[in-house]
C-alpha cells in the first residue's frame, strides 16, 4: 500500500515563501498525476495544481497561477509545490493526492484515490 507523504509546512508572512514536498513511500506515485489540494478552516477542499507522469505537463487554479510552480523529481519519488508571494487566503492544510481514476477530471477530488496527512500552511498578514 502507497503512503504520501506531506512536508514543507509552517508559518510565513505574507509575501513569503514555501516549499512543500510529498513523497511516496513503497512504491512510485499511482495513477497517472498527482495533485496538490488545500482546506482551508470552514471551507472545502479544493484543487491547487497538478503534474501528469507521462507528459510533466502542470495545471493550476487561477488563484495561484504566477505564484505557485510544481514540479517534480521521479529520481527521489518527490513532487514538489514551490509556493511564493503566499498571502493570508493561501492559508490551508495542503494535501498531495495521487490521481487513479482515468476519466475524472484532474481538478476534481473524486479522481484522486490516495492521500496525504496533509501539512499545514499558515500565512501571516
Known amino acids: 500500500q502507497v503512503q504520501l507523504v506531506e512536508s514543507g509546512g509552517g508559518l510565513v508572512q505574507a509575501g513569503g515563501s514555501l516549499r512543500l514536498s510529498c513523497t511516496a513511500s513503497?512504491?512510485?506515485?499511482?495513477?497517472?498525476?498527482t495533485g496538490w489540494f488545500r482546506q482551508g478552516p470552514g471551507k472545502e477542499r479544493e484543487f491547487v495544481a497538478a503534474i501528469s507522469w507521462s507528459t510533466g505537463s502542470t495545471v493550476y487554479t487561477d488563484s495561484v497561477k504566477g505564484r505557485f510552480t510544481m514540479s517534480r523529481d521521479n529520481s527521489k519519488n518527490t513532487v514538489y509545490l514551490q509556493m511564493n508571494s503566499l498571502k493570508p487566503d493561501d492559508t490551508a492544510v495542503y494535501y498531495c493526492?495521487?490521481?487513479?481514476?482515468?476519466?475524472?477530471?484532474?481538478?476534481?477530488?473524486?479522481?484522486?484515490?490516495?492521500w496525504g496527512q496533509g501539512t499545514q500552511v499558515t500565512v501571516s498578514s
Open positions: 493526492a495521487a490521481k487513479t481514476s482515468p476519466f475524472t477530471s484532474i481538478i476534481m477530488v473524486s479522481a484522486y484515490s490516495y
Open positions: 513503497g512504491r512510485t506515485f499511482p495513477g497517472s498525476a
